[in-house]
Nanobody
């Protein structure tokens, strides 16, 4: 089993920045890929960004490409999501997820482990 705990959400003005963190614990050796997903009010949860645990390869949804950066710190079993140039439409609950897959998955069902989520609100 893998446990994931997110932190770093909050309220930010449009154009601002936030950095989310996700700390993994438990059976870390199972992890092949970790990713961030988000769910806006009244909408389905969607993929935001993913990173391979070993090679650090990354993949982004088109909606955040060029604005968000996913990274990992293996020594701390932690991944980050640096969010810049935030827009109101980025408002959502952001979830960290992990999967044993070695290729970056974008579908929700491909992830086995999920965090509890952290709220990000972009508003003036």
């Amino acid at each position: 089993q893998v446990q994931l705990v997110e932190s770093g959400g909050g309220l930010v003005q449009p154009g601002g920045s936030l950095r989310l963190s996700c700390a993994a614990s438990g059976s870390i050796f199972e992890i092949g890929v970790m990713g961030w997903h988000r769910q806006a009010p009244g909408k389905e949860r969607t993929f935001v960004a993913g990173i391979t645990w070993s090679g650090g390869n990354t993949y982004y949804a088109d909606t955040v490409k060029g604005r968000f950066t996913i990274s990992r710190e293996n020594a701390k079993s932690t991944i980050y999501l640096q969010m810049d140039s935030l827009k109101r439409e980025d408002t959502a609950v952001y979830y960290c997820a992990a999967t044993p897959s070695r290729t970056i998955a974008t579908e929700e069902y491909e992830y086995d482990y999920w965090g509890q989520g952290t709220q990000v609100t972009v508003s003036s």
